[in-house]
């Protein structure tokens, strides 16, 4: 059993920065991030694992945005830069406890535990 919690969600304009937290109890192989959008499903934004260092990026978020570890701390945040409008969302990080995971785009089915959410509003 791995439990999520997200934090650093907020209100930005367009242009600007925000960095998520999610901190892991418990083991888990790897971490996404994922996003929905009010009418629309689900999404991977970036997964990176907590084992050997390979990490994957949606390519809208592609060179904008940052997936990092911090193994000791058991915290994998996203930093996002150049926000926006369309960046608009609820936040989720998920965990998986597969050394499979973490080899592609992260799809939401593949992720078993699930964080609270965190809101990201980018106004334009």
């Known amino acids: 059993q791995v439990q999520l919690v997200e934090s650093g969600g907020g209100l930005v304009q367009a242009g600007e920065s925000l960095r998520l937290s999610c901190k892991a109890s418990g083991f888990a192989f790897a971490i996404g991030w994922f996003r929905q959008a009010p009418g629309k499903e689900r999404e991977g934004v970036a997964c990176?694992?907590?084992?050997?260092?390979?990490?994957y990026y949606e390519d809208s978020v592609k060179g904008r945005f940052t997936i990092s570890r911090d193994i000791a701390k058991n915290t994998v945040s996203l930093h996002m830069n150049s926000l926006r409008s369309e960046d608009t969302a609820v936040y989720y990080c998920?965990?998986?406890?597969?050394?499979?995971?973490?080899?592609?785009?992260?799809?939401?089915?593949?992720?078993?535990?699930w964080g609270q959410g965190t809101q990201v509003t980018v106004s334009s």
């Open positions: 990176i694992t907590l084992g050997p260092n390979r990490s």
């Open positions: 998920a965990a998986d406890s597969r050394s499979t995971s973490c080899k592609n785009i992260p799809q939401p089915a593949e992720y078993p535990y």
